[in-house]
């Protein structure tokens, strides 16, 4: 995968999810020092190299998943986006009450609660306009 050189976090979205799109254009914008680097879970070269990571595609596909380049250590969940949150500058005073939430339980509710109501377009499945939809 290309690793932009000052890329300190590698974040796996569904570029299937129009949700996911959208958080992922405004993250480019909001990311001024160029610390992430987005690699949708739908790329063959990040896909074939899930196992090495010790995540399956089924988790990857329910919830935001995160490596730090680094360390190669990965998280999820609500812990993904408060890593997300350490790197991107006009992010970082959502940190400490990101980082409370999850102490306190409410975070990973939380996130599953927004990531539930995701919706995902099938790239390529579209037939004479019609695309089905999948509420995951």
């Not at 975070?107 to 999948?134: F, S």
């Amino acid at each position: 995968m290309n690793v932009h050189r000052t890329a300190k976090l590698e974040v796996w979205y569904d570029s299937w999810c129009p949700l996911c799109q959208q958080i992922h254009k405004r993250l480019l914008k909001l990311d001024w020092f160029k610390s992430l680097q987005f690699v949708s879970i739908r790329a063959p070269e990040l896909v074939a190299t899930l196992e090495k990571y010790g995540v399956s595609m089924e988790q990857v596909e329910k919830e935001l998943h995160v490596r730090w380049i680094a360390s190669n250590s990965i998280q999820s969940g609500i812990h993904a986006v408060i890593s997300i949150t350490k790197v991107v500058p006009p992010l970082w005073p959502l940190y400490p009450v990101l980082a409370l939430l999850a102490r306190m339980g409410v975070g990973e509710k939380l996130y599953n609660w927004i990531a539930g109501g995701r919706m995902i377009i099938p790239v390529g499945h579209c037939t004479d306009g019609l695309c089905p939809l999948n509420k995951k």
